[in-house]
């Protein structure tokens, strides 16, 4: 848990506001810092990832894989800078560096992914595949989000979903409700900006 604090401050550190909203947030995320839930450090970094990718002009989500208690990969959306890619989600850029480090198909098992939003369709089905099946996300996405919503998923990726094992679960952190406001804020400092610039290109 250390190691997330330790990140994450680094990450904050080194960051230096594009504007006031991110000074404002980095300043409510450093408020934030040491909670004492379980799931708080791997939350709140979420969100320091976040709002490194709203700083950079990017969408505001964050995710971070935890195996045996460590960080072991983490992203930040990147979907328009430094270029635009639109695999560049933050779940994506996590499952990409967790798969090149544990390339075996069980490597999954016992790894937790927090993310920062809940899961749009894309990064939902990479989760399905990946094995990596137990997902805790802040804030909810009720216009993108899928893990909410399986039973809209095509029924190939339905009966998938639908096999998981008990006890691996996609389903709303248990971190502290302040973390999960801030998560909602971070999505939220650019995403109407850059939809409104995508549905433009």
Not at 33 to 58: M, Q
């Amino acid at each position: 848990m250390d190691e997330a604090w330790k990140r994450g401050r680094t990450l904050l550190d080194d960051l230096r506001p594009a504007d006031d909203q991110v000074a404002a947030l980095a300043e409510r995320l450093t408020g934030a810092e040491g909670l004492s839930g379980p799931e708080d450090p791997y939350a709140w970094l979420a969100c320091v990832l976040g709002l490194v990718s709203v700083n950079e002009g990017n969408y505001g989500v964050g995710a971070v894989l935890v195996r045996n208690g460590r960080i072991v990969a983490e992203g930040r959306n990147r979907l328009l800078r430094p270029r635009r890619n639109t695999a560049a989600h933050a779940e994506a850029e996590a499952l990409d560096a967790f798969e090149d480090r544990f390339p075996e198909p069980e490597a999954g098992r016992g790894t937790l992914m927090y993310t920062s939003l809940e899961c749009c369709p894309m990064c939902t089905v990479r989760l399905l595949n990946s094995g990596v099946r137990t997902v805790r996300y802040l804030a909810p996405d009720p216009d993108g989000g899928m893990l909410t919503r399986m039973d809209g998923l095509p029924p190939y990726w339905r009966r998938l979903a639908a096999a998981r094992t008990p006890g691996q679960t996609f389903a709303p952190s248990a971190c502290a409700p302040v973390l999960r406001r801030i998560a909602a804020d971070v999505f939220a400092a650019t995403e109407t900006r850059l939809n409104e610039r995508i549905a433009r290109a």
